[in-house]
Structure formats: C-alpha cells, structure tokens
C-alpha cells in the first residue's frame, strides 16, 4: 500500500480498519454520529461497530427499526442541519428501498437548493456477491450508484485503504456510499499507524507493475485480479494491477496512463456486465487512449442472469480468476 | 459535411480507371448531374457525375492518374468546408484496394502499383484507413522477396489494432504491407514492430497461396534499348484488359480449330438484291458480315451446345436460352465487341442498323457497358483487309468464335468443268472443355448451309 509505506503498520481486520476510522471521526467531530440496523446494542451485523455504543453512548451510536427508507431520510435531513451521519446498511442489497432517498434527496439537493443545503452523510454497509444468499441478496450495486450524479462511491480492497478512505468520506461534504465486500469484513492487512491517517477519494492505487496486460479491479474483485497476475507472471506475462479504490470520481489518469503501456485492458468487476462498472471504465477508456490499444477491451464481470442459489452455479456465475487469465491472454493474442 | 466522390464502377469487368481529364476545376461550384470528370475504364472513356450539389472542394487524383474502384477522386462540400475528415477516412483508399485482386495481378505483372504514388500521380493523402469499398474479395499476394505480403481483410478493409495504425504511420509504414498474426488477420503491435525491426512478421502462408497461385517467374526484363530510338507508349486500360483477357482465354480454354469453305455466290447475289430494295427504301445497306452474323444467330439457335459457356469456379456449362451474337470492332485503342442481342429473331436489316450503330458508338467512345455485355458468341471479321483466313482467340465466356476470311473470285471444278466461283473461308475456333470436335463441325455445317443458301435467313 504504497500512500502508507513508509509508515508503521498494524495488522487489522477489514471490520476493524472500519470501526477504527469512525471512532477516530467521531472523537474529533461531535457532529458525526453512526445510525443503523443493529449497530448498537448487537455490536454491529457483521461487529464493525463493536464497542462503539460503550464509548459514545445511545445518542451517538443509535439502533434502528428495520425500516431503510424512513432512516435514511432522517440522515440526509440531519445531514442538512449541520450534523454528519454515518448510516449503516446490513447490506446494500436492502438499500432498494431506500433508493429514493439517496437518488433523489441525498445526491441532488446540494444542487437543486443552488448550494444553500449539503449533505455530508456517509452510506456504508456490506455490498456485492457473496455466496449462497440466493438472487435478492447477492447484488453488487455499485453500478446502480455511481449512475447518479451528486453520489461519491467507494469500494476499497483492503483495511488500510477502508481506514483512510471512510475517514476522508465522513469528512467529505457530499453523499458518499461507502461499499465493503460481505467477504471481506475479516480480512486482515497492514493499516497505517500514522496519525489522521486519510487517503484522498478519486486517486486509484497502483497494485503491481507489468509491462504486458493492464488488468483494473476493485474490491473483492482485486484479489481476484492478483491471483491471475501471479499465474500470468508464472507463464511468462507481467500484468499492472489498478486498484481505483473510488468508483465515482474515477481515476481514469492511472489507467490511461498505464494502457499507454501496456497497450492492453482487462477489467473485472462483479457487477452485471450491461452498463457495469466495466462498461464505463472501457468507454472512457477507448475514448481517451484509442491509438494505444492493440486489442479490444476485455472484461470479466458476473453473468448476465440473476444469481442462481445453487453452490456450485453462484461459483460458476461470479467472475473466477480463470476468466480474468484467459481474459488477459486472449488481449495478449496467445489463446 | 463535405462528400467523397468515389471511382464509380462502370462496367462489369472494371477494376480500375484512369482519370482521363478534369472537366471543373477546384472551387467551382457544381449540381448533381454535372459532368466533372472524363474517366478511361477498359473500354471507353466515360463521363464523372456528381450526385449531389456543392463546391469541388479538392481534387484528390490528377490527369492520368489510375484509381481503383471506390477509391477516392474529390471532395465536395460548401465553400471553405474542412476536408480533412474525409481524407482521414479516405486515407489510404488506395491501400485498400492495394490488397484487390486487381492489385495483386498488378504485382504479378510488375506493371506499376495499384495506386501510383511516386509519379505525381496522387497527391498525399494521410496514411489511414482502407476504404470499405466494393472491391473483390483481397487475396494476398505472394511476397517474391521474402519480405511482406498484404494482410487479409474484409471487404478490402485491413484489420489493424488502433496501436498499430499509429505505430506503422509514425515508422512509415505502409500498413496494407504487412500481414497480420492477430485474430482473422489483424496486424497488431507486434507485427509492426516487427516491421520496423526489418524482421517481417511471419505467419503461416495463407490459404489462399493455392498452388496455382504460386509465384509466377518474374517476367523478362525490358530488353536493352538505346533511349531515343524508340516511343514510350503507355499501356491503356483497354490494353491492359484485352491482355489479361486474351491471354487467359488462350491458355486456360485449350482451343482448337475448325476450317470451312463456303461458296458465297448465292450470298452475294441475294445481298446485291436486298441491297437494291433496301436503297431504294432508304434504308442502310447490309453488309457480308450481317450475313454471317444472322446466319450464326440461326445455327447457334439449333446448337445450343455451342451457345455455352464452360464456368468452372461455378462447376457448370451453361447453355444460354439466347442467342447473343458480339461482332469484334477493330478501335485506335485495341477492340471492342459490342452485341446484337437476339440476334436470330432478328431481320438483317435490324441486324445491320444496330451493328453500324455500336461500331459508331465503340468508334468515337461513347459506348456503354450495356452494349458489350453479355454476348454467348462472338464473330470476327478481317475479310476488309484481304485476309484470306486465320484463327481468332475465344472471347471468354463464349464457347466459340468465328474468324471469317474475305471473298475471293476462285476457279472451281464444277461437274468436270473449271469455273469462276466465290468462295469465303472461316475458322471456327472451339473451346474443347465444352466443344467438341464433331459439335463444332456440325454448328459450322449448318452456318455453311444457311450462307450458301440465304434464302434460309429469310425463314
């Protein structure tokens, strides 16, 4: 993680790199308060905010009914009045319900008031395929989001960049969604010990260097990507790995830049692939750097169907690190 | 936007032609219909319309220039219009149907390039695209040097990786040079940089390099001459095409030959009368070679064998439901046979007028590619120049051509007597994979009948 290398590290948890950004928010802003389904008395769904209810009391870390509409609406409308909420999601997949609040209030009033109101409230919560949770629950929604104008999305890979990145999102004036793998939550990494350690929304990490293959990922998707780089390099083909880290702004520079030499893109995203995530990132991608393309633009994403429940058919419907190879190969013209 | 005006295809066997003329000049303001161009194709010189109103913008091609069909000749557009999109698009137009089958022939023959380049004959246009055209299907070329063979693409366009287009521009390379190893044939960054590396791209020869396409011993060199002692003379479209034609037809068609004599006396009595007759109702006279043209029209009706065509990429003979006669017409610029269609449910006056009026036509190069299309037989006539006989090359499709001598006054045994007689001599060459020996006879059996007894074309 190269924005902390020269920093101490710790080894957190993914779940732990969270709750230590927003207990470190709210002990230096009294106006950020954390809200959701069971994030109080239960410590948290998947425990992010474990502990968090002794430290700040009921009014700062605050249970909710199940109801995502009614208080998602009440986040955006303290964010209005000056506070900065931190609204917990179980999963982004129950964010359906509140869609009309985050599309239409929290990511356009700041502009439909001239500026008057803003809305510095974070979305946070559990997000994409994961497993046998049959086809309501097992939607990566990040395309959904970073489709509205006014929203900042974020889908970080590991807990170093959840740390730094939740800590800039809370204090971003704007609505920012926050998107964390349901996987991912126990995930250990290295976490920067450097003090208000923050990392700056729209600036995409470099993962590794190779000449031959760019290959973009995000999230749990990274990983992926890593394992097929290491395979491609076993074989004889050096791939760069472009974590974007944000969705919305997206650095589109870091991949122009590295396409440019590798000549070659691959993106993998777990997203449906019509108007995904990978769509957005080739479109922008053959407009800005078409002469430096020696192939066409590849992507591996979910299929194209609703997620099946069945094991061995989820496996066979979510991207596999297979995919991302005979991907990379095929944009290398050796299969 | 500004609009391409392309080479037209005017005839069937068109592959290329030479602008002959420039007719408007650059900012003239033109209407669709007006005439900007004067065009050479293989066999007539023929007018450029424009189809859409404007301001000639650019003129991509100058005089004498040869464009392949499709290929760009001028940009029109409204005063002051930026044409450089077009030229992008365009660019290259020729490198396109550089990989035509036309060009790939040019290559073998080692004439000069399917888009003359280094004569001033093209102005530069951008290296780019291959236009999307109506060109033949591409066939690589042998490379005779070992270096580069044309890639495959389709339609005529090459398939090149955006990076590779740019890497064969900024090195100077002809991209429809190189073959590709991507996939269907796409030249991508490796093959340029191969290239440029002066290591060709190697790939597998290409399945079109069938053994009867394999590389032709390179033609003898010019003999040695002093300059001076001789006049250059350019090798026309037309020429061009009646080579290539002829000689394929000679060494593809196995020809054999066929000789008769035939007693013209009924024949020039009858034509003396029509003549007469015809005089007198102002109409035009007819001429020997009618006769014999009508008078093949009625044997070929009976011998449907030899109204044929032997085509064998289609894998059939065809046997032609009409009978179209084409007469050779001896032009400054080589030959031309326009056709008397249905020519054996026609009068010979009919038959007289119409070949008078494309001999005109082919004469003062107004003839259109309607009038020399689709003849299942052709005569040849040299019978004006005193020839007494000879043997004419088959003008593929047809199955068939009559050479016909001129009419010599001869001494003849006539019931043990000597007498004057007429006699005429021709030669019917046959194509043997469709004719054979007793098919032909018995065809020119029955045109002998038929001249030597006219009385049978008034039937």
């Not at chain 1, 472009?242 to 777990?270: H, M, W, Y």
């Not at chain 2, 040695?224 to 006049?231: D, L, S, V």
């Not at chain 2, 030959?257 to 009924?266: F, H, K, N, Q, S």
Request: charged residues 25%; proline residues 6%.
């Amino acid at each position: 993680m190269s924005e902390s290398a020269n920093h101490p590290m710790a080894e957190l948890q993914f779940r732990e790199a969270l709750r230590d950004a927003m207990t470190e928010e709210m002990v230096r802003d009294e106006n950020v308060f954390l809200m959701g389904e069971e994030v109080a008395e239960y410590d948290g769904a998947y425990k992010v905010s474990q502990g968090m209810l002794d430290q700040f009391g009921p009014k700062r870390v605050i249970d909710t009914p199940i109801a995502e509409n009614g208080f998602s609406g009440l986040g955006i409308g303290a964010a209005m009045m000056g506070l900065r909420p931190v609204v917990e999601f179980m999963t982004w997949n129950f964010t359906f319900v509140a869609f009309d609040q985050i599309v239409s209030n929290a990511a356009k009033i700041r502009y439909m008031s001239g500026g008057q109101l803003k809305v510095p409230i974070v979305f946070r919560g559990g997000n994409g395929a994961a497993g046998q949770l049959a086809a309501t629950h097992n939607n990566s929604t990040e395309a959904f989001y970073t489709n509205v104008p006014g929203l900042k999305v974020i889908a970080p890979s590991n807990p170093d960049d959840a740390k730094g990145l939740l800590k800039s999102a809370i204090r971003d004036d704007d609505p920012v969604l926050f998107m964390e793998s349901e996987l991912m939550f126990g995930l250990k990494g290295e976490v920067s010990d450097e003090e208000d350690y923050t990392l700056p929304i729209g600036k995409a990490r470099i993962a590794r260097e190779g000449d031959d293959v760019t290959l973009v990922a995000h999230s749990k998707s990274y990983w992926l990507a890593m394992e097929a780089a290491e395979e491609l390099a076993k074989q004889g083909y050096e791939a760069t790995v472009i974590d974007p880290r944000t969705l919305r702004p997206f650095d589109t520079g870091a991949v122009v830049d590295s396409v440019k030499q590798t000549n070659r893109l691959v993106i993998v995203d777990e997203c449906s692939p019509y108007g995904g995530i990978a769509s957005e990132v080739a479109f922008r991608i053959q407009s800005q750097c078409f002469d430096y393309l020696d192939a066409p633009v590849a992507r591996v994403t979910a299929k194209d169907t609703p997620a099946p429940y069945a094991k061995n058919l989820i496996e066979a419907w979510m991207p596999t690190v297979d995919e991302v190879i005979a991907a990379a190969k095929g944009a290398l013209y050796v299969e | 936007m500004a609009i391409a005006v392309e080479m037209p295809k005017m005839s069937d066997t068109m592959e290329e032609g030479v602008l002959v003329a420039w007719l408007a000049d650059e900012g003239d303001a033109v209407a669709a219909g007006d005439v900007i161009a004067q065009v050479e194709t293989d066999k007539a010189t023929m007018d450029l319309e424009v189809y859409d109103d404007g301001v000639l913008l650019k003129k991509i091609v100058a005089d004498g220039a040869s464009v392949p069909i499709g290929g760009l000749i001028a940009v029109l557009g409204k005063e002051g219009e930026d044409v450089t999109d077009i030229l992008a698009q365009y660019g290259g137009g020729g490198d396109g149907a550089a990989v035509s089958e036309d060009a790939g022939q040019k290559a073998e023959d080692s004439e000069q390039p399917a888009v003359p380049s280094g004569d001033g004959a093209t102005e530069s246009i951008p290296e780019g695209y291959g236009h999307e055209g109506q060109q033949p299907e591409p066939i690589p070329t042998p490379a005779g040097d070992g270096g580069t063979a044309p890639a495959a693409g389709d339609g005529g366009r090459i398939k090149a990786s955006p990076l590779a287009r740019r890497m064969a521009q900024e090195g100077g390379l002809d991209i429809a040079t190189l073959r590709g190893s991507g996939p269907e044939g796409r030249i991508i960054k490796r093959d340029v940089a191969a290239a440029l590396e002066g290591n060709a791209p190697v790939a597998a020869p290409a399945p079109a390099l069938a053994p009867d396409r394999a590389p032709r011993p390179a033609p003898a060199p010019a003999p040695p001459m002093e300059e001076g002692t001789y006049e250059a003379v350019p090798i026309t479209q037309m020429r061009k095409t009646i080579a290539r034609r002829l000689a394929e037809s000679k060494f593809t068609a196995p020809h054999f030959y066929l000789t008769r004599e035939i007693d013209m006396a009924r024949a020039v009595e009858v034509r003396t009368q029509l003549n007469a007759t015809a005089e007198a109702q102002g109409l035009g006279k007819v001429s020997f070679n009618d006769l014999v043209t009508k008078a093949c029209a009625v044997a070929l009706r009976r011998h449907p064998g030899v109204n044929a065509s032997y085509l064998e990429a289609e894998g059939e003979i065809r046997r032609h439901h009409v009978v179209n006669v084409a007469v050779a017409v001896a032009v400054d610029e080589g030959l031309l046979t326009p056709v008397i269609r249905d020519a054996d449910r026609k009068g010979l006056a009919q038959i007289a007028e119409e070949t008078k009026a494309l001999a005109g036509k082919a004469r003062d190069k107004t003839i259109q590619p309607a009038d020399w299309e689709g003849s299942t037989f052709t005569t040849s006539n040299l019978g004006m120049f005193g020839i007494e006989a000879f043997t004419a090359i088959i003008n593929p499709p047809n199955a068939c051509i009559l050479a016909i001598g001129t009419i010599r006054d001869v001494p003849v045994v006539e019931d043990g007597a000597v007498v004057p007689g007429k006699r005429m001599k021709v030669t019917l060459s046959c194509d043997h994979r469709v004719v054979d020996g007793a098919t032909g006879a018995q065809f020119l059996d029955d045109v002998v009948r038929v001249l030597e007894e006219p009385m049978n074309l008034l039937l």
